[in-house]
């Protein structure tokens, strides 16, 4: 119910622009998130943002170089990534979660629906 696109392989310092498509249900009322998982690691949140698009949050290595929006129109929630690095290599993946949720640590509530991931690689 959630398609990733966008990924590939980039150099550093480069762009990309990771695109989660929702069908069979809209997602409007449910915060969205890009997590990401590189070989050896843990899963981390990216990104995510609000189910109102009221908030968004960000995890302090990708703060001032990523972007989370989001088109409930077109229920659609984007990740734009600047000046891209290699340790931005991961597999990574959108999930949605939350629903109404409003409280400061909604993006902690992303966990309902997942992606099956799009991988971006950085090369130095």
């Known amino acids: 119910q959630l398609v990733e696109s966008g990924g590939g392989l980039v150099q550093a310092g480069g762009s990309l622009r990771l695109s989660c498509a929702g069908s069979?249900?809209?997602?409007?009322?449910?915060?969205m998130g890009w997590f990401r998982q590189a070989p050896g690691k843990e899963r981390e949140l990216v990104a995510a943002?609000?189910?109102?698009?009221?908030?968004?949050f960000y995890a302090d290595s990708v703060k001032g170089r990523f972007t989370i929006s989001r088109d409930k129109g077109k229920n659609t929630a984007d990740l734009q990534m600047n000046s891209l690095k290699p340790e931005d290599t991961a597999t990574y993946y959108c999930?949605?979660?939350?629903?109404?949720?409003?409280?400061?640590?909604?993006?902690?509530?992303?966990?309902?629906?997942w992606g099956q991931g799009t991988q971006v690689t950085v090369s130095s």
């Open positions: 943002i609000k189910w109102n698009g009221g908030s968004t």
């Open positions: 999930a949605a979660g939350g629903r109404y949720e409003d409280g400061s640590y909604y993006y902690k509530t992303i966990n309902d629906y």
């Open positions: 069979g249900r809209s997602f409007s009322s449910y915060a």
